[in-house]
């Protein structure tokens, strides 16, 4: 019987003390912390393009619009403005300066060019907008957060792909190869109006 007493006891302070353990100290509890605002789309933009070799022009973006020059380590400069489609729930990927159809004699040679590189490569595709302008576009479905690496896939695939086809598109139109890109291209994705296809 001395032993039940005992055994009870000791049943009843381990089940004390487990219970003060399981109560946090008031004093040592911290309120949970909100959570942080999440970031704008250029913020997001240029926190991804902060990690490659590029630059970005906050004085030619807007809140939809992010205008990024890639340095290429080849040499030259390729303008990427990345826009959010709001509408199409789309992030695109844009290059212009290829050059215009306007006055080309020889269209139909271009335009099969332009079909023939569309085939070929593995990322994107060349168009005409309604003002004659070439262009090369990537469109990536903005429901999922766009992760560092798919980003840097995108952007360095679109240089690669910019830089060896614009020199035989510009040749096809009858224009010098090496022309510096200009505001231009900027100017056309700024308008909201995406390129059209022919």
Do not use: H, W
Request: charged share 25%; net charge positive; proline share 9%.
């Amino acid at each position: 019987m001395r032993s039940k007493a005992v055994v009870s006891a000791l049943v009843i302070a381990f089940a004390a003390t487990c219970a003060q353990a399981q109560q946090p100290d008031p004093l040592q509890t911290t309120p949970p912390k909100p959570a942080p605002k999440p970031l704008t789309f250029p913020q997001r933009i240029r926190q991804l393009l902060s990690r490659t070799p590029s630059t970005f022009d906050d004085a030619r973006g807007t809140p939809d619009m992010v205008v990024s020059n890639y340095l290429d380590p080849k040499g030259g400069k390729t303008t990427i403005v990345i826009v959010n489609d709001r509408r199409r729930n789309l992030i695109g990927f844009y290059i212009y300066n290829f050059g215009n159809l306007k006055d080309a004699k020889n269209k139909d040679e271009v335009y099969r060019y332009l079909l023939d590189a569309n085939d070929a490569i593995s990322i994107g595709t060349f168009f005409v907008d309604s003002e004659d302008d070439i262009g090369y576009k990537y469109l990536v479905s903005n429901s999922t957060t766009l992760s560092q690496s798919a980003f840097e896939f995108v952007y360095f695939a679109m240089a690669a792909v910019s830089r060896e086809r614009k020199p035989e598109i510009r040749k096809l139109l009858g224009l010098p190869p090496a022309k510096e890109e200009s505001p231009p291209e900027v100017k056309k994705a700024a308008e909201g109006k995406p390129p059209g296809r022919r």
